[in-house]
C-alpha cells in the first residue's frame, strides 16, 4: 500500500504542487472573478429588474462546467512537454498521488472556488444593483426545487474527459478532447437509434440513451419513460461514466513514459 499511497509522502507532493503553482492559481481566480462579473453586470446593466434566479442558475451552470473543462485540460498538459514530463514522470512519487494531486485540485478545490467565486460576484452585484420593491433572492444551489446541485454529477462526467483528455492527448489537449467527445456522442446517438428501431421494429422520433422513446402510431404520438421512482437512476449515469474514466485516465498516466 505505501507503493502506492503514503500519506507523509502524499503531503509533500501537494505542498509542492501547491508552492509551484499558488500564482497561476490565485491568477485564474482572479480572471474566473473577472469574467462572471462581466457577464453578471452586462446582464444587470441591461435589464431594468434585478438579476433573477434562473439568470444566476444559467451562469452558475454553464460557468462551472466552461470554466472547469478548460481548467481541468492543462492539469497534466505538462506531460505533453518532454523536459516537463521527465521531471514530473521521475518525481519520488507514486502515479497515484501524482494524480490524485492533479484530481484535487481541477475537482474538489475548483468547485470550492468557483462556487465561492460565484457567490461572491452575485452578492456584489446584486448590492450595487437597484433593488426592485422586493429584495432580489440569492440562488440556493442546494435546493430541492431547482435542483441545480445536480450540476455537480454533470460536472464529474465533464471533468473525467477532461482530466482524460489532458492525459492522452500531447497537444492542444482541449480541442482534441471536446472533438473526440463530440464523435462519440453522436455515435452513441446514431447507434442508439438504429438498435432500437430494429427492436420495436419502427421509426422513431425520439430515442434518448438512457431516457426517453418516442414514436407515431396510427397518427397517435407515444412517448415511453421510465418511471418517476427510476429517474435517480438516470442522475446517476454521469457519475458512473466519470469513475470510469477516472480510473482509464490513471492507468493512461501510469502508462507514460519518459
Do not use: C
Not at 28 to 40: D, F, K, Q, Y
Request: net charge positive; charged share 10%; hydrophobic share 55%.
Amino acid at each position: 500500500m505505501k507503493n502506492h499511497f503514503n500519506f507523509s509522502r502524499f503531503a509533500r507532493l501537494f505542498g509542492k504542487h501547491t508552492a509551484e503553482h499558488i500564482k497561476w492559481y490565485l491568477m485564474a481566480t482572479a480572471v474566473l472573478i473577472g469574467a462572471m462579473s462581466l457577464m453578471l453586470g452586462f446582464v444587470a446593466y441591461m435589464q431594468s429588474y434585478p438579476i433573477d434566479l434562473e439568470e444566476q442558475s444559467l451562469i452558475f451552470i454553464f460557468g462551472i462546467l466552461g470554466a472547469g473543462s478548460i481548467f481541468t485540460s492543462i492539469v497534466f498538459a505538462h506531460l505533453g512537454d518532454k523536459k516537463q514530463a521527465i521531471a514530473a514522470l521521475t518525481l519520488p512519487a507514486s502515479h497515484f498521488e501524482k494524480y490524485l494531486v492533479g484530481w484535487i485540485y481541477s475537482f474538489l478545490i475548483f468547485i470550492l472556488v468557483f462556487t465561492a467565486s460565484f457567490y461572491l460576484v452575485v452578492i456584489t452585484i446584486i448590492s450595487l444593483d437597484n433593488q426592485g420593491p422586493e429584495p432580489t433572492k440569492l440562488l440556493n444551489i442546494f435546493s430541492p426545487t431547482n435542483r441545480i446541485y445536480l450540476v455537480f454529477l454533470l460536472y464529474a462526467m465533464v471533468h473525467a474527459i477532461a482530466i482524460w483528455g489532458s492525459i492522452y492527448f500531447q497537444r492542444l489537449h482541449l480541442i482534441k478532447t471536446a472533438f473526440a467527445f463530440f464523435i462519440v456522442f453522436l455515435l452513441v446517438i446514431f447507434f442508439n437509434l438504429q438498435w432500437l428501431e430494429v427492436l420495436f421494429n419502427k421509426d422513431l422520433a425520439v430515442a434518448v440513451p438512457f431516457g426517453s422513446i418516442g414514436f407515431h402510431d396510427k397518427k397517435q404520438y407515444y412517448l415511453v419513460e421510465l418511471p418517476e421512482a427510476q429517474h435517480s437512476l438516470t442522475f446517476l449515469l454521469p457519475l458512473v461514466l466519470a469513475i470510469i474514466l477516472w480510473i482509464t485516465a490513471f492507468f493512461g498516466l501510469k502508462e507514460k513514459q519518459v
